[in-house]
Nanobody, 125 residues
Framework: QVQLVESGGGSVQAGGSLRLSCTKSASTEYIGCIGWFRQAPGKEREGVATIDSDGVTMYADSVKGRFTLSQDNAKNTAYLQMISLKPEDTAVYYC???????????????????WGQGTQVTVSS
């Protein structure tokens, strides 16, 4: 069983930055892939970024060059650094983990078997 807690959300003006954290409960579970997703009001949840057990990252086109996903295994925490934020980045951000496989190369939600509760990010113009 893996528990995930997101933090770091908040309200910023366009052009600002935030760093989201996803802290995993200490466990011996293998973590093959960590993913960040977001859901804006009235829209479907979409993938933002993934990082696999070897540190290989992938980003959605909408955030490339602005978001950076990293992980600190000693702290059981993954970080999503977001810069140059835009109003369209406003959403609830979720982290998720796949304890069975490495990242698939896409953003299929069914790959992830544990999810956090989400943290709100609001970007004003």
């Amino acid at each position: 069983q893996v528990q995930l807690v997101e933090s770091g959300g908040g309200s910023v003006q366009a052009g600002g930055s935030l760093r989201l954290s996803c802290t995993k409960s200490a466990s011996t579970e293998y973590i093959g892939c960590i993913g960040w997703f977001r859901q804006a009001p009235g829209k479907e949840r979409e993938g933002v970024a993934t990082i696999d057990s070897d540190g290989v990252t992938m980003y959605a086109d909408s955030v490339k060059g602005r978001f950076t996903l990293s992980q600190d295994n000693a702290k059981n925490t993954a970080y999503l650094q977001m810069i140059s934020l835009k109003p369209e980045d406003t959403a609830v951000y979720y982290c998720a983990v796949d304890t069975e496989w490495r990242c698939s190369g896409g953003f299929e939600e069914y790959d992830y078997n544990y999810w956090g509760q989400g943290t709100q990010v609001t970007v004003s113009s």
